[in-house]
Structures are given as structure tokens and as C-alpha cells.
């Protein structure tokens, strides 16, 4: 069955640079979360979308900016990355409020700022 | 606003030991609740989960029980493996209005030695 793919699953960038993690999540899913999560941290709740409008927002930086696009994959934009940026960068897929039932999650994307 | 504790590890156990991670909650109404597990390198994967009271949620050996009067959902293992070791968290689900995103512990590190 075709699960949540995200890419790229490893990403090196230096600081003040930009990053774009994409998430494509599973066929007929509305519903895209995005997480971080730090080393040795639970996962924090970033932003989510519903039908390509957000829906929620958490713990996201003002220099990070996401959109759903109209195929439903999702894209987080990092911009002026700091070190403290470095973590795994989840995303989760749902159908409408199938968040109940719990999400799937994507293998997430390793980010390192040097 | 909704919360979830968990014990902290690591909990290192010999293989064939019984295991039981504690998690309580707090939130209004009725949350769905989950476990998570997450191996080393990987993804977060939905183990088990309930979205009612008295509900018990199984999956490959695990159990754990929705406790209302208790505010519990505590993950036991009968006999426990080494391919079992992997961080677990526990994490409830809440819907109100367009408030929707699953809310996570702080994550268990379960260690089993041969």
C-alpha cells in the first residue's frame, strides 16, 4: 500500500540558507501535518492543512512558511536556517478528521544545518 | 490544553521480561488515544490505539486499556524481544472546532538485552 513519502530523507544546508521539504501524502488524504522533531525530543506540532487551507498552527517559526498544493502534496519552506533548526522533519497524512484513528507518517526528512 | 505524560527512560529489560509504560493524559471530553513506536532511523508507526473508554487497543503482542476514571493508557508487553527495543509514545487525539493535531509524549526508550 502506498504510504506517506517525503523527500529528500537527508538534507545538508549551511547557515542562512533555505530548505524545501516536500510531502506527498497517501492517495485521497486531505489532511497534511507537519512535525519536528528534535534529537531525543518527542515530536512538536508544527502547522497543518485541510484541503490546501491551514488548519492549525503550533510551535512554527515566522522564517519557516508551508501551502498545500491543489494534488494535496505539501511543501515546508525554511528560510535563514539556524543550527538549532537541525532535526527530523515529519509528515503525516489523514483523511479529513481521520485523526482520530491516528495518522501515517511519513519516514521524515533528516535536516542538518552546519 | 491537552497534555500527555509518560515515564521517562530508558527501560532496559531482558528479552522474555514484562514490560509496562506508563502514560496518563489530561484533555477535555473524550480523545482518541495512541501508541507510537519509532526504531532507530525510522518513521513514527501507529502501534495501537482506542477512542473510547474501556477500549483496548492490541497490536503484535502490546495492549493497553483506555482508562477514563484514571486519565491511563498504559502499554504492556507480556514478554518483550530484543527487535522490540525502539523508542514508544504515547499521544491523544482531540477535535474541537478546527483545533486537530495529536498531541505527544515525551517518548519512552525501552531497551531489550538478550
Known amino acids: 500500500a502506498a504510504g506517506v513519502i517525503q523527500s529528500p530523507r537527508h538534507l545538508i544546508k549551511e547557515k542562512r540558507e533555505t530548505a524545501t521539504l516536500k510531502c506527498y501524502p497517501i492517495p485521497r488524504h486531505d489532511t497534511v501535518y507537519w512535525y519536528q522533531q528534535g534529537p531525543g525530543q518527542d515530536p512538536q506540532f508544527l502547522i497543518s492543512f485541510y484541503e490546501k487551507m491551514q488548519s492549525d498552527k503550533g510551535s512554527i517559526p515566522d522564517r519557516f512558511s508551508a501551502q498545500q498544493f491543489s494534488d494535496y502534496h505539501s511543501e515546508l519552506n525554511m528560510s535563514s536556517l539556524e543550527l538549532g533548526d537541525s532535526a527530523l522533519y515529519f509528515c503525516?497524512?489523514?483523511?479529513?478528521?481521520?485523526?482520530?484513528?491516528?495518522?501515517?507518517f511519513g519516514s521524515g526528512t533528516r535536516l542538518t544545518v552546519v | 490544553g491537552n497534555s500527555v505524560t509518560q515515564m521517562e527512560g530508558p527501560v532496559t529489560l531482558s528479552e522474555e521480561a514484562f514490560l509496562t509504560i506508563n502514560c496518563t493524559y489530561t484533555a477535555t471530553g473524550y480523545p482518541s488515544l495512541f501508541w507510537y513506536v519509532q526504531y532507530p532511523g525510522e518513521g513514527l508507526q501507529l502501534l495501537l490505539k482506542a477512542t473510547k473508554a474501556d477500549d483496548k487497543g492490541s497490536n503484535k503482542g502490546f495492549e493497553a486499556t483506555y482508562r477514563k476514571e484514571t486519565t491511563s493508557f498504559h502499554l504492556e508487553k507480556g514478554s518483550v524481544q530484543v527487535s522490540d527495543s525502539a523508542v514508544y509514545f504515547c499521544a491523544l487525539y482531540r477535535s474541537s472546532g478546527g483545533y486537530q493535531k495529536v498531541t505527544f509524549g515525551i517518548g519512552t526508550k525501552l531497551q531489550v538485552i538478550p
Open positions: 503525516a497524512s489523514s483523511l479529513g478528521g481521520g485523526g482520530a484513528y491516528g495518522y501515517t
